[in-house]
């Protein structure tokens, strides 16, 4: 199995501050992903990257940065949080080399509350 | 149209039942299915891929349908350890161009009872 980490695992902050998530693969993937999953909408994708410095915009994108200097380390970063960025925030990774689809090795996620 | 629709459920079946989930997709250049599973408050898992000419694994079995652009998920002999959300979903896979990118129904949930 892939190695995926995601940290911190909780995390309760205030509305206006930066918040910054981080997601750690072992295995140099090149696909990785931030999703973010709320009641009645399912998962959604944020933003996600196939290769260093490579990144893309996702369908909610809007309020949320990342960044990728390493190809181990995808981060996250809500630039200035508001209470309707809380949520479940998903990292996934692709064993692909070419983006055809195979599925995603997910991380165990980060609960976000925004107060 | 959602681009995927699933039954959120729930389904709330005996153990030993058979339950059947159905997905239907409205981009017919979908090109690659799933069926995931997510058990509460972890993340998703890869249950299982979905072919054209049908899978199957054990005592689930998934197929595809392009014509009616739907994928159906059974169960059969439902444990009590089936319980979870299922999730369906698909990815445009065009040589790469889709960056893999997957698209995910919002789930159906699932609980077997004694």
């Known amino acids: 199995d892939a190695g995926i980490t995601q940290s911190p695992r909780h995390k309760v902050t205030e509305t206006g501050t930066p918040v910054t998530l981080r997601c750690h693969q072992t295995?140099?993937?090149?696909?990785m992903y931030w999703y973010r999953q709320d009641p009645g909408h399912g998962l959604r994708l944020i933003h996600y990257s196939y290769g260093v410095k490579d990144t893309d915009k996702g369908e909610v994108s809007d309020g949320y940065s990342v960044s990728r200097s390493k190809t181990e380390d995808f981060l996250l970063t809500l630039e200035s949080a508001t209470s309707s960025q809380t949520s479940v925030y998903f990292c996934?990774?692709?064993?692909?080399?070419?983006?055809?689809?195979?599925?995603?090795?997910f991380g165990s996620g980060t609960r976000l509350t925004v107060v | 149209r959602k681009e995927v629709e699933q039954d959120p459920g729930p389904f709330n079946v005996p153990e030993g039942a058979t339950v059947a989930f159905n997905c239907t997709y409205s981009n017919s250049a979908s090109q690659s299915f799933f069926w995931y599973r997510q058990d509460c408050r972890k993340e998703p898992k890869l249950l299982m891929s979905?072919?054209?000419s049908g899978n199957e694994d054990g005592r689930f079995t998934a197929q595809l349908n392009r014509a009616s652009q739907y994928i159906s998920l059974l169960i059969r002999d439902s444990k009590l350890s089936d319980s979870a959300t299922y999730l369906c979903v698909f990815s445009l896979d065009a040589g790469g161009t889709s960056y893999g990118k997957l698209t995910f129904g919002q789930g159906t949930i699932l609980t077997v009872h004694p």
């Open positions: 979905v072919y054209s």
């Open positions: 996934a990774i692709s064993e692909s080399e070419t983006g055809n689809n195979y599925g995603y090795t």
């Open positions: 295995e140099n993937h090149r696909y």
